[in-house]
């Protein structure tokens, strides 16, 4: 053999040895593992589900919300370890590892691009609805929580305890506390109390090494970069600890829309102006969104205001008539109630609905086919830009926007507080989504949802072009998922986006607790030394 053949051949040698490893993972060997790293009194057979068990497509679908990217016949999916110890956890972990085998974690299933159980290399879902148990200390005004608890039975279990204690989360409770709150956690006590991450003090996660870590033996590093910074890119989070927050007896929401013959773009535009600047106890919402027109058949563009004062209507309503009379809001708009049932109303339930309805865990197979993405304004959007907006809307059939203001105490919570970055100077965020119901339409939906990003450009941050990870969007940049390597320019593309400034930071963390680069996915934080 003369030399430059006897180097082809190791070359050869080399990619197909480190070939095997990638594409062909030892699925036997995995579940062997499994078992021989579970003990019998908590048997890991009666959480496992491979393609076999009958129940295995209403285990995937039950947490999947997006139609879009539900596969329950994805041949690359394994099996879904439905973990109830935490032993399930830490031998799914290492025994995926060890058989190069990759997992997805889930804990409520919402992650816009599915993330959390899709893949397109052989992997396993983690998933950690089981574990869901919430223990709230009024005195001590804490919490823990675990990851697979939804918002709705934390909000509960908190009214339970206590009906002027609050936890500052998101708006939807079937939301799993393990993603919601790893990513941000954004909700209407933003103003006043920042977001979720402001508020975890303690956390419990398995590492890449199988290792179950609390604040103190992970260092603080790896405790500020699971705040806002990605849990998953980093481990598996079992539980958080959290501090509750006082709200009052009695709160008032009110919800007044204006169509766009209502004048709905200048009260927008006055919105602008204002809504960052009210103060912090108020949170008032905007949501333009395609409605029907005065003909039928003819479609225009409403915007819904949503507000919660954390207060009596009695002291709202001069507030409001005060910085934006354009709303017209009168005392019979606003309903006084509890915080709990505030809870209800930001879900759109009429005001009287009891709140068992917080406690419904998933709405079994996803109905809609989505898509969403998220913008950061700084500058008020002009009056035309506004309108090229809605002309772009207009082309959708269904789609909506969630305009939310910024301000109070997020302008006083330095941006490397936490890794969740989109802090100062912020008028308000911009949720955009739209839903179909046909297969057949996604590709033009999709294409449509560009050109409405393409659209605000002009009038929303850049350099980058700010994006909200909870609000998870393929498009700002992503890696092939089977890929081992993942490519660093890339993902500082993406990195730059959600993170800012933090993201060399979350990277030199990653690659002190996971240099060998084991959670990973399309969107995920890489090692330092990837390429
Ligand atoms: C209807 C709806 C309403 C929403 N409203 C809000 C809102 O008001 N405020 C807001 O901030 N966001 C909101 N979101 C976005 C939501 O917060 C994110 O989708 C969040 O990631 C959901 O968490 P999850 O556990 O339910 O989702 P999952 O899909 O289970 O997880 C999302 C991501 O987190 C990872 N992850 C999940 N569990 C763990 C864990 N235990 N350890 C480590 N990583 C984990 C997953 O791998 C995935 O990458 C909403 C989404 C939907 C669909
Ligand atoms: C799946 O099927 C196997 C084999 O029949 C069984 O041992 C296991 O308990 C089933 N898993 C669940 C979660 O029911
Ligand atoms: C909350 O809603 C329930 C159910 O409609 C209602 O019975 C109760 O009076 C409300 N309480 C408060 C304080 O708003
Ligand atoms: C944030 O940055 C400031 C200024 O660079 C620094 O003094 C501070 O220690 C940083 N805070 C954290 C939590 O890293
Ligand atoms: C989006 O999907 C719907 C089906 O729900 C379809 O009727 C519509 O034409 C699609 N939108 C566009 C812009 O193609």
């Known amino acids: 053999m003369n030399e430059v053949v006897f180097v082809l051949f190791l070359v050869l040698l080399i990619v197909s040895v480190s070939d095997a490893k990638i594409t062909k993972p030892n699925v036997e060997n995995f579940l062997q593992c499994l078992r021989s790293r579970t003990s019998p009194k908590n048997p890991i057979t009666e959480v496992l589900y491979t393609h076999d068990n009958s129940t295995f497509v209403s285990s995937y679908v039950s947490y999947t919300n997006n139609k879009r990217c539900s596969n329950p016949k994805d041949t690359k999916l394994i099996a879904i370890?439905?973990?109830?110890?935490e032993s399930h956890v830490q031998a799914t972990v290492v025994c995926a590892k060890s058989n190069g085998i990759q997992i997805r974690i889930r804990s409520g299933g919402h992650d816009f691009e599915g993330f959390s159980y899709i893949s397109s290399v052989p992997f396993v879902i983690l998933d950690m609805h089981n574990f869901r148990s919430i223990t709230a200390d009024v005195s001590s005004k804490k919490a823990w929580v675990q990851a697979g608890a939804t918002l709705g039975e934390l909000n509960t279990k908190i009214a339970d305890a206590s009906k002027t204690l609050a936890f500052p989360g998101g708006f939807w409770s079937t939301l799993g506390a393990g993603g919601h709150i790893s990513g941000g956690g954004y909700g209407n006590l933003i103003r006043k109390y920042g977001i979720s991450v402001d508020h975890v003090i303690d956390a419990q996660l398995v590492d890449a090494n199988g290792k179950i870590l609390n604040r103190a033996s992970m260092g603080e590093d790896l405790f500020w970069s699971i705040r806002g910074g990605d849990g998953a890119s980093f481990g598996v989070i079992l539980a958080w600890k959290i501090n509750l927050v006082a709200v009052p007896e009695t709160l008032t929401v009110f919800k007044v829309t204006k169509t766009l013959r209502q004048e709905a773009t200048d009260v927008l535009y006055k919105w602008q102006l204002v809504s960052s600047k009210l103060p912090e106890e108020l949170f008032l919402r905007a949501i333009p969104e395609i409605a029907e027109g005065a003909k039928s058949g003819e479609k225009t563009i409403a915007v819904k205001f949503y507000a919660q004062f954390l207060g009596p209507a009695a002291q709202l309503v001069p507030i409001i008539n005060k910085n934006l009379p354009e709303l017209g809001l009168k005392r019979e708009d606003c309903y006084e109630m509890s915080w709990l049932n505030t809870t209800t109303f930001w879900m759109n339930f009429p005001v009287g609905t009891p709140t068992s309805v917080l406690l419904k865990r998933t709405s079994g197979p996803p109905r809609a086919f989505y898509k969403c993405k998220s913008d950061y304004v700084k500058e008020p959007i002009p009056k035309e830009g506004m309108e090229k907006i809605w002309k772009t809307m207009l082309k959708f059939n269904n789609a909506f926007m969630e305009w939310n203001p910024y301000g109070g105490v997020m302008d006083r919570i330095p941006?490397?507080?936490t890794a969740f970055p989109h802090r100062k100077g912020n008028l308000f965020k911009i949720l955009y989504c739209a839903s179909w119901n046909?297969?057949?339409?996604?590709?033009?939906n999709l294409s449509l949802m560009k050109e409405l990003y393409d659209v605000a450009e002009p009038y929303v941050s850049s350099n980058p072009r700010e994006a909200f990870l909870n609000y998870r969007d393929m498009d700002i940049g992503s890696?092939?998922?089977?890929?081992?390597n993942i490519n660093i320019e890339e993902a500082?593309?993406?990195?730059?986006?959600?993170?800012?400034g933090n993201f060399k930071r979350l990277m030199e963390t990653k690659?002190?607790?996971d240099p060998d680069n084991f959670f990973r996915y399309e969107q995920s934080i890489p090692p330092i030394h990837a390429m």
Request: aromatic share 12%; net charge positive.
């Open 492 to 500: 500082k593309i993406y990195g730059s986006k959600y993170f800012l």
């Open 415 to 417: 941006a490397n507080a």
């Open 511 to 513: 690659t002190k607790y």
């Open 479 to 484: 890696n092939p998922s089977g890929k081992t």
């Open 438 to 444: 046909d297969a057949k339409a996604t590709d033009a």
């Open 81 to 85: 370890v439905a973990a109830k110890h």
